[in-house]
């Protein structure tokens, strides 16, 4: 059973866990995150998924039963009976724009009749331009031109593994979206998306990630990659420092630096981002699962990064690009969901769980920011790219297909997960000091030697026919080397195979070093 309450953040309250517990179920309620006569998990499931005791769970249960939150029935289970909800929604904090921002949002409030006029026309020529955007991922780095051989195991790649994905169903919908299209041919859509897809990408976030924000706040986008470059654009003046995460995604710095803005690095422990005082007004952060080392922030360091924010008056971007995938114990709620003053914008993306040609991805966005980021997008992206697509995925999850497809994929990549990591401690610990991760699809490890033996290393690996990414320090800068071993698209065969490469290198090393 797929359910989620924050209960990390209210441990941190609250010193018994069975106060935590009751607090995090009950506001949950208050706030209509787990909707009336909704099903609570048995006990025993609950106990389990937090860590807790079935005699811990079962008096919250009772607590808040007395309460007047729930009823247990003889025989069915605990269900949700409170249909109220409060009144207290997150604070709506001001969003200072960049200059561009401002003649973007000026412009287009007074020109949209004008805009219409030749939306038309422009229509098609925006939507085969802008199939062209967003190809990078916004989660993955460059292979830089491998060329190993066709039979080589790239552990530098992280794509979905389609031999699971349930093609006749995808099929199937997508023809009866095809059917529809044709019946009304000239049918209006506007660029933050397809109404049906936000629809259910809201659901779904309140459902399995903790976030309650309205479909009005979700805006559908070519992959985050374009969600970052639209936001960078909207925030960040020429000489604006920005804070992102050493080592992190590099295209959100290539992002920074085309606007002019300052890239300012933070450092990242074992435990993610380490909070400091900056003096800046954006930060981007992976939290759910730091890109690339997998290491996940502490929830004491995500309120220290919330408090920051209040205090500096800034925006926090959070990339959540794997969390659904997740081998082992539940997820820390993202920094979305405890976001109380609305200076959190959330980023998602689809290409890790369906197909990465999709290109769809989505950003949540604070009430402010909706319509300079909607303003921003129409101006690229007057008529949305791979609409037929957005529908397609929409009639997915709202059929339930998504979830099934999920819950398959979590097995899937979980083995492959447990495997690789295993043989990879097991026959490759000498060489890197591996970072402890129970999610996502792929490994990462820092190298404990020097730079230059690694370098060679990895070249040699490559021509061998076992290419893995490689994430160095900024030239003229000192650092730590590490490693990416993707593993999703990946039989356990080609695992098993590429490790026992990895290995033959090393120990025919006096060849090449």
């Known amino acids: ?28 309620i208050a706030a209509g995150k787990i909707a009336p006569l909704t099903k609570l998990p048995a006990s025993r499931e609950l106990a389990v998924m937090y ?4 005699g811990t769970v079962n008096q919250a249960y009772e607590m ?36 561009w921002g401002v003649r973007v949002s000026g412009a287009e409030a007074g020109g949209e009749q004008e805009q219409e006029r030749e939306h038309g026309q422009e229509r098609g020529r925006g939507r085969e331009q ?24 790239a552990f530098d790649q992280v794509q979905p593994d389609l031999r699971h994905f349930p093609w006749p169903e995808w099929n199937r919908l997508m023809f009866a979206e095809v059917r529809r299209l044709r019946e009304q041919p000239h049918e209006e859509a506007p660029a933050e998306g397809d109404a049906a897809l936000r629809e259910a990408v809201a659901l779904h976030l309140r459902r399995m990630r903790g976030i309650d924000a309205p479909p009005e706040r979700v805006v559908i986008v070519n992959g985050s990659m374009q969600a970052i470059a639209l936001l960078t654009h909207l925030l960040v003046e020429p000489g604006d420092p920005v804070i992102v995460e050493r080592p992190g995604y590099l295209g959100i710095e290539r992002a920074v630096r085309a606007v002019g803005g300052c890239p300012v690095p933070g450092v990242v422990d074992g435990h993610g981002l380490v909070p400091q005082p900056w003096a800046a007004r954006l930060l981007f952060v992976t939290p759910g699962r730091q890109f690339p080392t997998g290491a996940v922030l502490a929830p004491e360091r995500r309120q220290a990064l919330l408090r920051w924010a209040a205090e500096r008056e800034a925006l926090i971007v959070e990339d959540d690009y794997d969390s659904e995938f997740r081998h082992r114990g539940r997820p820390l709620e993202p920094l979305k969901a405890l976001d109380r003053e609305g ?13 990465r040609q999709l290109r769809i991805g989505y950003a949540v966005l604070p009430e402010p920011l909706v319509a300079p980021f909607s303003r921003a997008k129409r101006l690229f992206e007057p008529y949305p790219a791979g609409l037929l697509e957005q529908r397609t995925l929409a009639a997915f999850m709202q ?3 998504y979830e099934r497809h999920l819950r398959r994929m979590r097995r899937v990549y979980a083995s492959k997960f447990f495997l690789l990591k295993g043989l990879l401690q097991e026959h490759l610990s000498s060489l890197f000091d591996w ?7 792929h490994l990462f490890g820092w190298w404990r030697g020097d730079a230059a033996t690694f370098s060679a290393y990895a070249a040699v690996c490559r021509q061998a026919g076992a290419a893995w990414e490689t994430t160095m320090p900024p030239a003229g800068e000192a650092g730590r080397y ?9 039989s356990e065969e080609q695992l098993r195979h590429g490790v026992g490469v990895l290995c033959e290198v090393w120990a025919r090393r006096q060849a090449w070093l």
């Open 399 to 401: 059929s339930g297909g």
């Open 343 to 355: 200076r959190v914008v959330h980023l998602g993306t689809f290409s890790k769980t369906m197909l």
């Open 435 to 441: 970072v402890e991760s129970d999610a996502g699809l």
């Open 64 to 99: 808040l039963t007395a309460d007047g939150y729930v009823q247990a029935e003889v025989g069915r289970g605990t269900f949700v009976t409170y249909s109220g909800r409060w009144t207290d929604v997150p604070a709506t904090a001001a969003v200072k724009l960049s200059s």
């Open 51 to 54: 860590g807790l005791s079935r």
């Open 482 to 490: 590490g490693a990416r071993f993707g593993f999703s698209h990946l």
């Open 130 to 153: 802008e199939q062209e955007r967003g190809c990078e991922s916004a989660n993955g780095w460059h292979a830089g031109g491998s060329n190993v051989t066709s039979d080589a195991v």
């Open 1 to 28: 059973m797929d359910f989620h309450i924050p209960f990390a953040t209210y441990r941190l309250r609250h010193k018994r866990k069975l106060a935590a517990l009751y607090h995090a179920l009950r506001d949950g």
